[in-house]
């Protein structure tokens, strides 16, 4: 069974980082591609960043130059590093896992297999 458990969540100031960490287990992890999305109070579920089996990566403009995808194959976990963060960036962060053959697209409906979320909250 796919479990993904995503922490690293919190409060921060306005220009603050926050390190997300999504922690997987129950597939081959190295072989799927992973995706970080948000989902801010009455708002849609967004993609922010991709990262294929390849370490090839895609982000959202919004993000772009701000955030950085990763994931470390020996410890099964995916990372999204967030520096400059704003206001806006405040949402529920979802890690999200699909099988091969995929590619690093940033759409919530091309995954099917999602965690449960961690709170970033970006408030002076």
């Known amino acids: 069974e796919v479990q993904l458990v995503e922490s690293g969540g919190g409060l921060v100031q306005p220009g603050g980082s926050l390190r997300l960490s999504c922690a997987a287990s129950g597939f081959t992890f190295s072989t799927y591609c992973m995706g970080w999305f948000r989902q801010a109070t009455g708002k849609k579920r967004e993609g922010v960043a991709a990262?294929?089996?390849?370490?090839?990566?895609n982000y959202d403009d919004s993000v772009r130059g701000r955030i950085t995808i990763s994931r470390d194959n020996t410890k099964n976990t995916l990372y999204l590093q967030m520096t400059s963060l704003e206001p806006e960036d405040t949402a529920i962060y979802y890690c999200a896992a699909v099988s091969p053959p995929c590619h690093a697209f940033i759409f919530p409906y091309e995954y099917n297999n999602w965690g449960q979320g961690t709170q970033v909250t970006v408030s002076s």
């Open positions: 990262i294929d089996f390849r370490h090839s990566t």
